[in-house]
């Protein structure tokens, strides 16, 4: 099974982070591939939610979080139609999320991929990795930007170069 993974210090501390990550209906936050979130489980918050994830282009997208551990780790995985089944097929993704100090958090987002056939198998070794390092990074810098930077209040000094 192929996985990769990027990460990220984010300047927020972890239980802000987790806020966002978990509010699934507001997932559109820190993902941009989707354009809007509804629920399929009666059920909103925690592990076996699922939602219906709604692309720009029309496309939807079943989840459901098959794992929870505030505020640490979420993972979600999509749901399929048992005879749905791809050379690559996307099994699950997940934050991890470790706390750097108070105000800062290492966050890891992971991607899992199950192959199937020689061909699967050989684009999952050869490719797909990379391939989803790239969407990983762009999920990541999406999520950072949802927390603005702190700067500091008042005008900042520069430094002066010196003399000899």
Same mark, same amino acid.
């Given at each position: ?19 966002? =990550?978990s509010? $699934? ?15 399929v489980?009666?059920? @909103?918050?925690?592990?076996d939610?699922?939602?219906? %994830?709604r692309?720009d282009?029309?496309? %939807? ?13 979420i993972?979600?995985?999509?749901v399929?139609?048992e005879?749905?089944?791809?050379? $690559? ?7 991890r ?15 899992? %991929?199950?192959?199937?056939? $020689? ?7 050869l ?12 999920? =990541? ?6 927390f ?11 430094? @002066?170069? %010196? @003399?000899?």
């Amino acid at each position: 099974m192929p996985a990769t993974s990027a990460s990220r210090l984010i300047m927020a501390p972890q239980r802000e982070i987790w806020g966002l =990550l978990s509010d $699934i209906g507001n997932a559109r936050r820190w993902n941009a591939a989707w354009s809007s979130v509804e629920y399929v489980s009666k059920q @909103t918050h925690g592990p076996d939610t699922e939602f219906l %994830a709604r692309t720009d282009e029309g496309k %939807a997208f079943q989840f459901v979080i098959s794992a929870w551990v505030a505020p640490e780790y979420i993972e979600f995985t999509p749901v399929r139609d048992e005879t749905e089944r791809y050379g $690559i097929t996307l099994e699950s993704q997940a934050f991890r999320l470790q706390p750097e100090g108070e105000e800062a958090t290492r966050v890891e987002l992971i991607a899992r %991929a199950s192959t199937h056939g $020689i061909r699967g198998w050989v684009l999952g070794l050869l490719f797909w990795r990379g391939y989803q390092k790239q969407g990983l990074n762009a999920a =990541l810098e999406r999520l950072e930007a949802a927390f603005p930077s702190k700067e500091l209040d008042g005008p900042r000094e520069e430094a @002066t170069p %010196a @003399t000899d």
